[in-house]
């Protein structure tokens, strides 16, 4: 299993940045694939960017960037020039052999 915690999500005001770190501990070996997905309340989640475990990354939003940094087991989302648009509760995921997991959400909130 893998254990995953959020941290970062704050009330920021428009035009200010975040970064997001998600913390993996447990079978991080097993870990393929790491992603960041954010919520609306009463919307679908939806996926904002990932890496593999290769390193192969990609942003769906593209003024977010996504890293990873392996000596600490911690994604990072990268979050410059925040609006109210991008107020979400954002969650990191992984893929595993084994199937995924979630943590449990950092919120974010973009207001002047």
């Known amino acids: 299993q893998v254990q995953l915690v959020e941290s970062g999500g704050g009330l920021v005001q428009p035009g200010e940045s975040l970064r997001l770190a998600c913390s993996a501990s447990?079978?991080?070996?097993?870990?393929?694939?790491w992603a960041w997905f954010r919520q609306v309340p009463g919307q679908q989640r939806e996926l904002v960017a990932w890496?593999?475990?290769?390193g192969y990354h990609q942003s769906v939003k593209g003024r977010f960037t996504v890293s990873r940094d392996d000596a600490e087991n911690t994604l990072y989302l990268r979050m410059p020039n925040l609006n109210p648009d991008d107020t979400s509760m954002y969650y990191c995921k992984v893929e595993t052999s084994n199937g995924a997991y979630w943590g449990q959400g950092t919120q974010v909130t973009v207001s002047s």
């Open positions: 447990g079978n991080v070996e097993s870990i393929n694939t």
């Open positions: 890496i593999t475990k290769n």
